[in-house]
């Protein structure tokens, strides 16, 4: 059974595990220096924020999010990162932290989730076009400065 919570402490291992698999699937190094960065946002929970999922009691599967203004709408939120242990897929992890992440920010007067993912990245689309609209907008970006993809 899936169990989806706030990370702990003690999970900070295998979530830098799991965020360095989710940034290897597209083709991004993990500086510590970033990690560290975003361990810290989550632990205060003010600008971004974190859920896990478990497994039998074993942390699998991680999302990461926040939330931003919008000028059509109340507040939206971002799905940034949603990342599972491949020995863990199948399962419900993902669309259990997706559901999560709805829940949360329905609870906080959000008017939509949404996240992006690369085209090609067929084995999650196909949970997303179950979960989810694609409404066909193509995601340009201006990289600034040396930060990461």
């Not at 295998?14 to 970033?34: I, K, T």
């Not at 906080?108 to 085209?119: D, I, L």
């Not at 084995?123 to 400065?145: M, S, W």
Request: hydrophobic residues 40%; glycine residues 10%; aromatic residues 10%.
């Amino acid at each position: 059974m899936i169990e989806i919570g706030a990370l702990e402490a003690g999970d900070r291992p295998v979530w830098q595990e799991l965020f360095r698999g989710y940034n290897e699937f597209y083709g991004r190094e993990l500086p510590d220096e970033v990690a560290e960065r975003a361990w810290r946002e989550f632990t205060t929970g003010e600008r971004m924020h974190a859920l896990g999922a478990r497994l039998d009691g074993r942390l699998v599967g991680i999302t990461h999010f926040l939330v931003h203004a919008s000028t059509t709408s109340a507040d939206v939120c971002y799905l940034q990162d949603l990342f599972t242990a491949p020995e863990a897929r199948g399962r419900g992890a993902a669309r259990a932290l997706i559901e999560a992440v709805s829940a949360w920010a329905a609870g906080r007067g959000c008017s939509r989730v949404y996240w992006h993912t690369k085209q090609d990245n067929h084995q999650a689309r196909k949970l997303y076009d179950r979960v989810a609209e694609n409404r066909g907008f193509i995601h340009y970006v201006i990289p600034l400065g040396e930060s990461p993809r």
